[in-house]
């Protein structure tokens, strides 16, 4: 078993910045790639960005040029800076790796963190 625990939301004023941590443990072999999606009130969960263990990035329009999102390999943890902070940004960000369990086998494996939230407001 793999757990995600997301660490680092809170409230903050319009224009502000927050930086989301998710760090992995449990039986990882690997991890081939870590995502942040969100979810806000009423709406559908939605990816904001991922990154590759090789360091390619892919972020949602919306926050393009305002999050950043990166990953230390050695310590199984995922980042998202959040910068430039706007009240649509509130919502519950969620972790979710791709994790390779086992030298015997390549099949990777989903898992999720329980979210933190994010509150962007005066």
């Known amino acids: 078993q793999v757990q995600l625990v997301e660490s680092g939301g809170g409230l903050v004023q319009p224009g502000g910045s927050l930086r989301l941590s998710c760090a992995a443990s449990g039986s990882i072999f690997g991890i081939n790639a870590m995502e942040w999606y969100r979810q806000a009130p009423g709406k559908q969960r939605e990816l904001v960005a991922r990154?590759?263990?090789?360091?390619?990035?892919n972020y949602e329009d919306a926050v393009k040029g305002r999050f950043t999102i990166s990953m230390d390999i050695a310590k199984n943890t995922v980042y998202l800076q959040m910068n430039s902070l706007k009240p649509e940004d509130t919502a519950v960000y969620f972790c979710r790796s791709e994790v390779r369990t086992s030298s015997s086998t390549p099949n990777l494996f989903q898992y999720w963190g329980k979210g933190t939230l994010v509150t962007v407001s005066l």
């Open positions: 990154i590759t263990n090789g360091g390619s990035t």
